[in-house]
């Protein structure tokens, strides 16, 4: 979709004006609050004096094309606070918003005048009625605070051209289709339970296997650069958290254990602090470094009840985690040996090369935002800059993206829908071995403190694992499906025959079933294929005759037919292959 992006910006926020309009024409009584642009559309919220559903709106579409078609201006004002009180006296929203402006300014479009600083466009004409959509409707706390009150909020999406508007509702309805709740509840992967209670998922066996396979894949991968795993407790004393500044940083989401004998105790929102503790243990020499720790273990954060979605946002965090503690000088290989291991990880899963990638830095003109010495972060800045350059990453500056103790490289990569995402994550640490004391004996007998980088390869398996039902629609690879084989014998008389065969699979470690119902071959077929399963192998007279399998694939149909032991070399090797 090719836009200008200013235009388009101000045909959204144009259309989130005509909304209100139309909604006022509606419900003449209804409060207005806010309506910006927004990625792919825009909204507005209101206070509505009666019921409103979505099968309205149909007609407040019909009202918008209406106003678009009388070519209205969209007419900049700027006015005095007490004027603008006057003329927004039946709108409390408005008039709240007013406390903190000084010089307001007001749009004119037709007969609606609404607070706002714009832009806007000039007409409506500029406006193609056939290129946007209303969507939806959802509850909105005012100003985002769950303790004000519940607003209605129409969604809708816009562009210049009918074709993108068409194309991004497509994308849309795959989108419903690949939904990661949807499809995790049909292929039972995980589940949510009240009693548990909202964003704590319980993953079931199948859900498990996936999580596992990737915990095995980087943790294998890692080891061969030199990573050892660790282990470190769910909850500390929360001085470990201050000294870190992760206290302060996450001071609304830390969640407080209080023990029977009154100590008091937070399950930890991050690993790096515990970490640190495993180095400081014991004296440390140059000899030592570089160290490497990786852990994948729970981390915990109190999320807003609103915010809680799926697998995307939940309480209780397993994080796939890792640390190297290492000298200045030897930075730079640490860097690239992680950004080559995101390169193979990555490759494996069909994404590297649908990615770009973001050389976050500090926010110059907010220095307060950030710990350590300056000095450490122009060092630390100048590294990250020269390994974007040397590996030729063709990396993008971003002010003010850094971590709160550090810069960082961020991998933003492209799903099957389009969607940009973020995951991996290397990252520099001056700071926090300072904070902590840690030190190292250099070839001069004198401490010095190590660099700590910090990396995230697939960040929290439970939101990874959403982004990889949705990217595969649950059609994982075969090292990653829960089921990689299923036998299907035709008839009674082929059990037996299906029964060793799948005994031989399963000795060999292969995650396989059998479906041994009295049911025709095509609906055992039919209900394999809704569930996904990478290779079908169908038993019936030929097979037991040739003492042969014919394989059905999931994405290349018939295969033919093998002898178990070429189909054990096959399967075994695409599952080697991470393919």
Known sequence: MENNKEQLEKIRHSLAHLLASAVLKIDPEAKLAIGPAVENGF???????KK?????????EKEMRKLISQKLDFIKEEISKPEAKKLFTDQPYKLELLGD????????????TDLCEGPHIKNTSEINPDAFKLTKIAGAYWKGDEKNKMLTRIYGVAFEKKNDLDEYLKMLEETKKRDHRKIGKEMDLFVFSDLVGPGLPLFTPKGVVIKDELQKHIEKVCRGYGFQKVSTPH?????LFEISGHAQKFAGELFHVKSHYKQQ???????????????????RSYRDLPIRYMESEKQYRDEKPGQISGLQRVLAITVEDGHSFCRVGQVKEEVKNMIKIIRDFYTGLGLWGKHWVSLSVRDYKRPENYI?????????EKMLTDICEEMNLGAKKREGEAALYGPKIDFMFEDNLGREIQIPTVQLDFATPKK???????????????????????????????????HFAGAFPLWLAPVQVKVLPISDKHKKYAQEIYKKLFERDFRVEIDLDDESLGKKIRRAKLEKIPHLLILGDKEMESQ????????????????????IEKIGQEIKNKK
Not at 43 to 49: E, V
Not at 372 to 380: A, R, Y
Not at 447 to 460: D, F, K, N, Q
Request: hydrophobic share 35%; glycine share 6%.
């Open 235 to 239: 909850l500390a004393k929360i001085e």
């Open 52 to 60: 409103f559903e979505e099968k309205n709106l149909r007609k407040l």
């Open 43 to 49: 909204y507005y919220d209101f206070d509505l004096s």
């Open 372 to 380: 350590g010495d300056p000095k450490d972060w122009d060092i630390c």
């Open 436 to 470: 902590f004391g840690l030190t190292y004996t250099n070839e001069k007998g004198e401490s010095e403190p190590p660099v700590m980088v910090h990396r995230a390869i697939l960040g929290s398996y439970e939101r990874f694992m959403m982004l990889l039902i949705e």
């Open 101 to 112: 402006l000084e010089n307001p300014i007001i749009y004119r479009t037709g007969d609606f």
């Open 265 to 283: 105790y937070v399950l930890k929102p991050v690993q790096c602090p515990h970490q640190t503790q495993i180095y400081a243990s014991r004296p």
């Open 548 to 567: 042969n399998i014919t394989v059905e694939n999931r994405d290349a149909g018939n295969l033919g037919q093998f002898s178990l032991d070429d189909l």
